[in-house]
């Protein structure tokens, strides 16, 4: 937050409007969530990178503005383009990511329209905006590790990887490139369903459209989202309509409620992504008073629109190419696995948790939709994929335990294997984990540490 204050302060030097300072608050956030700024080559990178992709959106969004159909093809085919680049290794990835950023924000930043009385023309200042940001985000975080107020920046070693290509055949595309083609797909829809039925508000489609199938881990996870982009939604629409009722439009309290209210989001936003939908529509919702808007004339419209946006993510997701939910989580316990079965290995020169811990939580960051599958499909569905997260996750005190003892015990070893197999049968897997669990705990060497 400091550095999208600090960002919007220079903005609003810069080249004043709302246009430039939505621009710098969006970039903020989401280059200090990419962690861009991790090591000193990727914010070399990002340095490089941004103006050139800066000034491809700028074009984008002039395209947009002028020629709304090839400005849209456009902009699918970057987005395409930037998941699909994911396949290539770490460096094409964060590649993807610079250029993925630049064209979401096109569709929440206003025009930035040319301001006679400056002397930087406009096509420049989101270039000049976004190097800001980067200067910002990386001196408040090299700053806050310094104090240690963040933990320092730390290369993942066993990144989570993504699903294998299921065995349908052999002309069926890997998980990124049918990712890449569902986003297409889905863009494209919710672009055509925009501009012929709702040509002054067809951002809030295609946006929601792309957050919902973003970071695609499955369908199930892409539906799941969808109900709490919704329903969070839902929530801030009527908390905005009840604060723009009581406040003003212009004065400094309606400027702090927004900064709090992304401060909200930002912060609450790993408990639940409805927690975000909430106070960022809260927040468009305040903002709209500087538009000379009616707040409540545009905000049930909008929630309208996040609906659909919401029914097309999902249909992509869903029918074009899918990627099953259950084959990401059967991957990702596989890799867990896999990582504990290396560090309880005799012949394994050194060993730290720190790899198993972090498999686990990409264990954990599919869990949610499984878990809220579970509240509703317990009564008639035996086998719970939810489940498997729950024993495989009561495994990682005692395994971190066992680890950094140096330990490796052949019954625990011999159970890793029997897991491993069981990945093969879904319906033993959860005995499998349970019974891995189990002979962690009743190892001698296996006491669990009180946290500190």
């Known amino acids: ?94 590649a993807s990511s610079l250029i993925a950023l630049p064209f979401v924000v096109l569709l929440t930043t206003p025009h930035i329209r040319a301001d006679p009385t400056s002397a930087i023309p406009a096509s420049l200042v989101p270039i000049l905006i976004a190097l800001l940001a980067l200067l910002w985000v990386s001196v408040l975080h090299a700053l806050a590790r310094r104090v240690h107020f963040l933990p320092p920046a730390r290369m993942q070693e066993h990144p989570a990887p993504e699903p294998a290509p299921s065995r349908e055949g052999s002309l069926r595309p890997i998980a990124s490139t049918r990712m890449a083609i569902q986003m297409a797909v889905a863009l494209a829809m919710s ?53 723009t009722l009581h406040l003003g439009s212009h004065d400094t309290t309606t400027v702090l409620l927004i900064l709090t209210a992304i401060f909200l989001g930002v912060w609450l936003r790993p408990l639940g992504y409805a927690w975000w939908a909430l106070f960022v529509t809260l927040a468009l919702a305040l903002l709209q008073g500087f538009s000379g808007s009616s707040a409540p004339l545009i905000l049930w419209p909008r ?53 198993f811990v972090a498999a686990i939580a990409s264990v954990e960051q599919v869990a949610p939709a499984f878990r809220a599958s579970r509240l509703v499909t317990r009564h008639f569905r035996t086998m719970q994929q939810a489940d498997w997260v729950d024993a495989l996750a009561a495994c990682r005190d005692p395994a971190v335990a066992l680890i950094e003892k140096g330990e490796t015990p052949g019954l625990v070893r011999r159970a890793v294997g029997a897991a491993r197999k069981a990945m093969h049968e879904p319906t033993e897997l959860q005995q499998a984990l349970r019974n891995l669990c189990r002979s962690l705990e009743n190892h001698p060497e296996s006491t669990v540490r009180e946290p500190e």
């Open 303 to 355: 929630l309208e629109e996040i609906v659909i946006g919401a029914i097309i993510g999902v249909a992509s997701a869903w029918f074009v190419l899918p990627v099953r939910s259950t084959a990401v989580l059967r991957r990702r316990i596989a890799d867990t696995l896999a990582i504990l079965a290396d560090a309880l290995d005799p012949a394994t020169p050194t060993r730290r948790p720190d790899d």
């Open 191 to 243: 672009f055509v369903v925009g501009y012929v039925f709702f040509a002054e508000r067809w951002a809030w489609i295609v946006l929601t459209t792309f957050i919902v199938i973003s970071g695609n881990r499955g369908r199930l996870d892409v539906a799941y989202k969808s109900v709490l982009r919704v329903l969070g939604a839902a929530a801030g629409t009527l908390l905005a309509l009840t604060f």
């Open 1 to 94: 937050m400091l550095a999208a204050i600090a960002t919007l302060l220079c903005a609003l030097a810069i080249a004043p409007g709302p246009g430039p300072v939505v621009l710098a608050v969006v970039l903020s956030l989401s280059l200090s969530r990419s962690h861009l700024d991790r090591d000193l080559r990727g914010r070399i990178e990002a340095a490089i990178a941004l103006p050139v992709v800066g000034l491809v959106a700028v074009g984008v969004g002039m395209l947009l503005h002028r020629a709304p159909w090839i400005g849209a093809l456009v902009f699918v085919a970057g987005m395409f383009l930037s998941i699909w680049l994911r396949r290539f290794g770490p460096m094409t990835r964060r």
